[in-house]
Each structure stands twice: as structure tokens, then as C-alpha cells.
Nanobody, 127 residues
């Protein structure tokens, strides 16, 4: 499995931007599809974005499409989530996750497609 550590969360005003990072350890990071999920208070964890091992074929939840961008730098073993035009409803703990395979599947939005998880980073968007 891959060990994952998120960073970059914080408090931002509505309309602002943040970039989350997810540092992975181990040589398998670059061969794994990766995803971002989030969990708001009192709600279940939900899918945000995912990409292939190469960073291609980015998939997004409808709620973040056009505002968030997933990317990765395999030379640095790091996954990113650029979040623009943030809204109060984006407030949540954000988790990165490593997929079971190199390519995202048709069920990329399911937690069961991922087998390694970070500890999460808090994002708070004030109105």
C-alpha cells in the first residue's frame, strides 16, 4: 500500500482559492490512479475528483466541475487539487486516496475503488 499525507488546507473566504497537496511514499505511487474525497460535518464522505496514473482522464463531481482541477507530479510523488471559486458548501475534510489499479474504472466515485487513504486536511470556507 501507499502511505499518503495531505496538506494545504485552511480557512479561506468564499470566492478564494486553495491548493491541496497529497504526498505519497513508496515506488508504487506513480503507478496508481488517485482520487480526492471529502466529508462535511454530519455527512457521508463523497467523491470529488480522480485521475489515471498519468494524471489524465480527470473525473469530477458535478458540484466541483469547472472550479476544481486534479493533477499530479509523479517525479515528486505528489497529487494536487487546485480549488478555485470556493463556496461555503465546500467546507469539509479532504482526503486523498490511492486506487487499486493504474487506471480509474467506471466506478471511480466509489470508496471501494481505493485501498490507501490519507488522514485528511480541513478546508473551511467562510461566507
Amino acid at each position: 500500500q501507499v502511505q499518503l499525507v495531505e496538506s494545504g488546507g485552511g480557512l479561506v473566504q468564499a470566492g478564494g482559492s486553495l491548493r491541496l497537496s497529497c504526498a505519497g511514499s513508496g515506488r508504487t505511487f506513480s503507478s496508481k490512479a488517485m482520487g480526492w474525497f471529502r466529508q462535511a460535518p454530519g455527512k457521508e464522505r463523497e467523491f470529488v475528483a480522480a485521475c489515471h496514473w498519468s494524471g489524465g482522464s480527470g473525473k469530477y463531481a458535478d458540484s466541483v466541475k469547472g472550479r476544481f482541477t486534479i493533477s499530479r507530479d509523479n517525479a515528486k510523488n505528489t497529487l494536487y487539487l487546485q480549488m478555485n471559486t470556493l463556496k461555503p458548501e465546500d467546507t469539509a475534510v479532504y482526503y486523498c486516496a490511492a486506487g487499486r489499479n493504474s487506471f480509474i474504472s467506471t466506478t471511480y466515485y466509489r470508496e471501494s475503488d481505493y485501498d490507501s487513504w490519507g488522514q485528511g486536511t480541513q478546508v473551511t470556507v467562510s461566507s
